[in-house]
């Protein structure tokens, strides 16, 4: 074999061949080099491919868990927003012995002791691939939902723990007195326990303390339905474009035709808080289908937020607190009260 190569070569250098064989040979080895780099680029390309369909694969299990999270938080504004105007009637207004009765009974006694948390998911978010070179569009929805997850929904949780804890001592202090049985189990009959839900300050110093820390959380749980919510939307459109087909869906659209009785202007009336630098008056107007909240103030610039209805004589906005509409004896609005802890409370008259 060697001497049948040596007479090759000899043959090659004799007819000074060899240059044009080199080149033969180097462009055989630069045609086979392309070859297994297309190869590789075409093998890379299908993984990456591959990798962008688990990717949005994985999309489809978290809009579902997001749409679970959106409602259970809605849900949990909802309670919120109705215990909101328990604590004022038990913090503020004038409650007489009567109002202990009936019905109302354990809303009124009850407040502080068992407070509504929203039970947020995130074991679809937590599986998700890791997949490197995501195309711009995923990129954004990850970083939305890392936002959700990882610090929004963190924080909804440590005063989730806090509201739990100052409930669970509001029901402590409960416990040392011999009523207590009878109060879980039976009607307000008895004038002593009547008298201690509707004056005793240890009561109301309680139930101020968990309203307080109440309205931090519920201050959260809104800033997490407006991350939650954007987020959603984004994921929607791809997953729409991507004519990606799911049964899951939610409408986040509001219906004006409902809350019209929110429009109008109010003007400042009273602030709890001395101190706070409060809007002097307020405009809800329509906007592009939208309810929007324009305050002013005299000593600044004004301020400007969507309304977002949760009942019909309930609403927020992106402050985090509460605004009920008061009601004159037929009906109509007449007013408005906005509550956002123990510390702050703001009422509103309807001027036109």
Same mark, same amino acid.
Request: glycine share 4%; hydrophobic share 30%; net charge neutral.
């Given at each position: 074999m060697l001497p049948f190569f040596r007479k090759i070569r000899l043959r090659l250098a004799r007819d000074n061949q060899f240059f044009k064989y080199s080149?033969?040979?180097?462009?055989?080895?630069?045609l086979v080099v392309i070859g297994i780099l297309i190869a590789l680029y075409i093998n890379n390309w299908n993984e990456r491919r591959k990798d962008l369909e688990r990717f949005d694969q994985? !999309?489809?299990?978290?809009?579902?868990? !997001?749409?679970? #999270?959106?409602?259970?938080v809605r849900t949990g504004i909802y309670f919120h927003s109705y215990y909101d105007s328990i604590y004022l009637k038990v913090l503020i207004d004038t409650l007489q012995f009567?109002?202990?009765?009936?019905?109302?009974?354990?809303?009124?006694?009850?407040i502080g002791c068992d407070p509504f948390i929203v039970k947020l998911q995130d074991k679809s978010f937590s599986k998700m691939p890791q997949v490197k070179d995501l195309t711009p569009e995923q990129d954004s929805i990850l970083i939305g939902?890392? &936002?959700?997850?990882?610090?929004?929904?963190?924080?909804?949780?440590?005063?989730?723990?806090?509201?739990?804890?100052?409930? @669970?001592?509001?029901?402590?202090? !409960?416990?040392?007195?011999?009523?207590?049985?009878d109060w879980?189990?039976?009607?307000?009959?008895?004038?002593?326990?009547? #008298?201690?839900? @509707?004056? #005793?300050?240890?009561?109301?110093?309680?139930?101020?303390?968990?309203?307080?820390?109440?309205?931090?959380?519920n201050q959260w749980i809104n800033n997490y339905d407006r991350i939650s919510v954007s987020t959603y939307r984004k994921l929607h459109k791809y997953l729409n474009d991507k004519e990606i087909e799911r049964a899951n869906s939610i409408n986040l659209d509001i219906?004006?035709?409902? #809350?019209?009785?929110? !429009?109008?202007?109010?003007?400042?009336?009273?602030? &709890?808080?001395?101190?706070?630098?409060?809007?002097?008056?307020?405009?809800?107007? @329509?906007?592009?289908?939208? @309810?929007?909240?324009?305050?002013?103030?005299?000593?600044?610039?004004?301020?400007?937020?969507?309304?977002?209805?949760?009942?019909?004589?309930?609403?927020? &906005?992106g402050n985090g607190g509460f605004y009920h509409l008061e009601l004159d004896n037929h009906g109509k609005v007449e007013g408005i009260r906005f509550s956002a802890g123990p510390r702050f409370i703001l009422t509103m008259k309807k001027v036109r």
């Open positions: 080149r033969y040979a180097i462009g055989e080895i630069v994985a !999309l489809v299990e978290v809009e579902k868990e !997001l749409i679970f #999270n959106i409602t259970s009567d109002d202990y009765k009936g019905y109302a009974r354990r809303a009124l006694t009850n939902l890392n &936002s959700v997850h990882n610090f929004y929904a963190n924080v909804v949780k440590d005063f989730e723990d806090d509201v739990k804890e100052s409930a @669970l001592k509001k029901e402590r202090i !409960l416990e040392k007195y011999d009523w207590f049985r879980q189990f039976e009607e307000l009959k008895d004038e002593v326990i009547t #008298n201690y839900f @509707l004056r #005793n300050p240890e009561h109301l110093n309680s139930v101020s303390v968990v309203y307080k820390k109440q309205s931090r959380y219906d004006v035709e409902k #809350n019209k009785h929110y !429009l109008g202007k109010y003007d400042s009336k009273w602030c &709890s808080d001395k101190n706070y630098i409060h809007d002097d008056s307020i405009v809800i107007s @329509l906007e592009k289908g939208q @309810l929007i909240y324009t305050g002013y103030r005299s000593s600044g610039p004004h301020t400007k937020m969507n309304i977002i209805p949760i009942t019909e004589h309930r609403f927020r &906005s």
